[in-house]
């Protein structure tokens, strides 16, 4: 019994070397898996506060990250596409970056990481198409206006426990 409970544990650890993987070059597909989720959208509904907070920080830092939208969150990391690549690279040195990171940890209530691309980068990884998940968020996409009204409920659900009652409006004849 205590030999398997000691493989189970090296498992893990093991697990753990192999997820660490920070590569300078950015995995995209948790990012285009994730886009559109509600965990997402609550995540990116919080931007402007984001950018409130970090303006009444840094301004300089605002300046350049003002540039950026916010395009999914993965991983505890929001990601944000810039225009200007010399936007993202300012945005990206590490005094920024940590006053970024710090409002984002801050206003999210957990530590959150930021990664950036250019919005050429992002396009591009979107139309590749991520394995098939962006052909489906493709479909969800263009499903209100041929399909009328598509089952949307535990959507509309999630909508209202995010954002509640006041702003989500649903448009029901």
Do not use: C
């Not at 409130?52 to 003002?66: D, G, Q, Y």
């Not at 209202?160 to 004849?173: A, Q, S, T």
């Amino acid at each position: 019994g205590q030999g398997g409970g000691w493989g189970g544990r090296s498992a893990v650890a093991g697990g753990g070397a192999a997820a660490k993987g920070l590569r300078p070059r950015l995995k995209l597909e948790p990012f285009l898996a994730a886009r559109g989720s509600p965990n997402a959208l609550q995540v990116l509904s919080k931007w402007p506060q984001v950018l409130a907070r970090v303006k009444e920080e840094r301004v300089t830092v605002h300046a350049w990250l003002v540039d950026g939208e916010p395009v999914s969150y993965a991983d505890d990391t929001v990601l944000v596409a810039f225009r200007n690549t010399i936007h993202r690279e300012t945005t990206e040195k590490p005094a920024n970056k940590q006053v970024i990171e710090g409002v984002l940890s801050q206003t999210l209530g957990h530590p959150t990481q930021l990664a950036t691309l250019t919005q050429k980068e992002w396009q591009e990884a979107a139309s590749a198409g991520g394995r098939g998940e962006e052909a489906a968020a493709e479909e969800l996409r263009l499903e209100p206006e041929d399909g009328g009204e598509p089952p949307r409920e535990p959507l509309v659900e999630e909508a209202l426990r995010l954002f509640g009652e006041e702003i989500v409006v649903i448009k029901d004849d």
